[in-house]
């Protein structure tokens, strides 16, 4: 059972820990110290429910929607190609703009929403969690239940160290050009995923 519970937290860190759109927006989040605590929970959350999931013998749901793979593989491309667009124009309007003591604060439920659709939108989040760790559990039946444990621990605490410890950049990014810099580079991530996405695809 300890060897299942350890896999599944090796396993699931190696793959949350890449870096991402979900992973740059958490980050982003947590230098501006604002509505991390909402932000970490839907993270975690969101692997915490597709990873249970997977482990129970969900993942065959493209199998059985033959659709579903299409639907979320493009829509996740248009919205990390119009989220990286924006992304770059707040850099093109300037660092100062984007300082976390001088932006205006965003509201909780548009960073919900953005928060959702990186997470539920991002077809590589469905294979990771519904299909690698959910086929991967399956070498450790009938410990499935402490690999998913150890899988879900795995997400909460990066997560959680990922949000809250973004603020220990702060002096960093209390220079414009540091924020100008890191908003061009979450958003080259999401247009390099969504190319990713689009070729892999081929």
């Known amino acids: 059972m300890f060897e299942a519970l350890g896999a599944g937290f090796l396993v699931s860190i190696s793959l949350i820990a890449a870096i991402g759109a979900q992973n740059a927006f958490v980050l982003r ?3 501006r110290r604002e509505h991390v605590g909402w932000v970490v929970l839907i993270c975690a959350g969101s692997d ?5 999931a997977g482990i129970a013998g969900f993942g065959a749901i493209s199998q059985r929607l033959p659709w579903f793979g299409d639907v979320m593989l493009w829509g996740g491309v248009a919205f990390l190609g ?3 667009a924006l992304r770059f124009r707040a850099a093109w309007q300037g660092g100062a703009a984007l300082v ?3 932006a205006a604060p965003v509201a909780l ?3 919900v929403v953005t928060c959702l659709l990186l997470t539920w939108a991002n077809p590589h989040v469905y294979l990771d ?3 690698l760790i959910g086929a991967i559990s399956a070498q450790y039946a009938p410990h499935g239940g402490a690999f998913g444990v150890g899988a ?8 959680t160290a990922l949000g809250f410890g973004a603020r220990l950049l ?7 050009r540091a924020w100008v810099v890191l908003e061009v580079i979450v958003g080259a991530t999401m247009w390099v995923i969504a190319v990713a996405l689009v070729f892999g695809s081929a």
């Open 170 to 176: 702060a002096p960093v990014m209390a220079r414009p």
């Open 82 to 84: 119009i989220y990286g």
């Open 129 to 131: 969690t519904l299909v």
């Open 109 to 111: 439920r548009r960073v």
């Open 48 to 52: 915490a429910v597709l990873m249970s």
């Open 152 to 159: 879900v621990s795995a997400s909460v605490g990066f997560f």
């Open 100 to 102: 976390p003591a001088g």
């Open 29 to 31: 989040q947590g230098i």
